[in-house]
């Protein structure tokens, strides 16, 4: 396993998709031993952040299937789950049975609506918790329906970020108390406190309900995307004065200097800004605003990103089985973190953990069928 910040913790994760598996690869590129809890059948949907994690597949409806689950946990520090609320409990490895195992015991419990609530046990998915945050009506253009930003918000900034801090910051109290704790990571709460800032903008500087309208939403010409002559895409980002006198020097508009913040002006200067884009390519801008203080980027795409020559030096993206994936972050100066890898197919490594976490009757366990090693 990795030697990252977390070497030596050990993480049990419940099968699931999103946001639950994205938390345990992180942990994993951190250095924390991450098994994987399978089932002995592939999933319907088969989870492609299954990176970094061994696997060991354990019958749930077998007799002493919770019994292997809840052997496992009394070996680790961390348990994710990512079901809907009751289901960890109606199988037999919710908190309570867990923490009676081991009162240390970090339990990490994923979901979209909360534990709590009128939604609670609903289905949903990231565009159903950000529509009813606030985040998704504010992201869009001015007309037509919000625009969807991915799942990026909601399961994974949302979901997977904050159920990380949470989970970081219940070990280190767990260490100093010996108490373990339960967290409900909710993605609506999460994307409603991802959202602090705009709440804040609501409260002290106008910010309106509607979309395109405010500083940070398109609503200035100067914080805006524009259209290249190639049909590209560039950004502007010039909100404080001095990268706005540097952004209309650039864009050869002097006319425009002293006019950042006469609002009755802004549709002009929209107006001025897109028609003087539109006159280069976007590696021209690209090459034009190099190294300036306008705060003005290109628009990549996906295929492009890793070719950048800033993304490029500071190693952004790795190669892990042949293709290209994003670099662990944060970065640390004394314990780097690894790229998560595959480390084999499910229930690969069954027989190993039951060994190597000191799992009790870890024979038994196996030879009843109870935990699976795959062949």
């Known amino acids: 396993m990795s030697e990252g910040p977390l070497s030596g913790v050990r993480v049990l994760e419940l099968e699931g998709i999103g946001p639950a598996p994205m938390a345990a690869m992180l942990l994993a590129e951190m250095g924390a031993d991450v098994v994987r809890v399978d089932r002995p059948t592939e999933p319907a949907f088969p989870d492609v952040l299954d990176r970094g994690r061994r696997s060991v597949v354990i019958d749930l409806k077998h007799p002493e299937g919770a019994e292997a689950v809840l052997r496992l946990a009394e070996k680790a520090d961390i348990l994710i789950e990512g079901f809907r609320p ?21 339990y990490g419990r994923m979901t979209g609506w909360g534990q709590t609530g009128p939604r609670a046990r609903t289905a949903g998915h990231d565009l159903n918790y950000i529509a009813l945050t606030g985040v998704l009506a504010a992201i869009g253009p001015a007309e037509g329906p919000p625009s969807i930003p991915l799942n990026l918000v909601g399961d994974f900034g949302g979901g997977s970020l904050y159920l990380v801090v949470g989970i970081l910051a219940a070990m280190h109290a ?16 999460g994307a409603t406190h991802l959202a602090a800032m705009i709440w804040a903008e609501r409260q002290s500087n106008g910010w309106t309900d ?29 909100l404080e004065s001095q990268f706005y006198a540097e952004l209309v020097r650039l864009l050869d508009l002097p006319e425009w200097a002293d006019a950042q913040w006469d609002r009755d002006r802004w549709a002009q200067m929209r107006a001025a800004f897109a028609t003087r884009f539109a006159t280069r390519t ?44 994003p670099s662990p972050a944060p970065r640390f100066s004394e314990t780097p973190s690894s790229p998560a890898r595959h480390l084999g197919p499910r229930g690969a490594h069954s027989s190993a953990v039951l060994t190597e976490w000191g799992v009790a009757d870890a024979a038994e366990l196996l030879a009843s069928g109870t935990v699976r090693q795959a062949h």
């Open 86 to 106: 009751g289901v960890a409990e109606r199988l037999g490895i919710g908190p309570e049975a867990a923490l009676a195992r081991n009162p240390a015991l970090v």
């Open 282 to 325: 976007r590696a021209e801008w690209t090459e034009r605003f190099e190294h300036s203080d306008a705060c003005a980027a290109p628009v990549l795409t996906w295929g492009e990103a890793p070719s950048d020559p800033h993304l490029r030096s500071r190693a952004a993206h790795t190669a892990v089985d042949g293709f290209p994936v």
């Open 174 to 189: 767990a260490r100093a108390t010996g108490r373990g704790q339960v967290i409900d990571a909710a993605i609506v709460d």
């Open 210 to 238: 509607r979309r395109a309208d405010n500083l940070l939403d398109g609503g200035t010409p100067f914080y805006s995307i524009y259209e290249t002559a190639d049909g590209g895409w560039f950004t502007v980002g010039a």
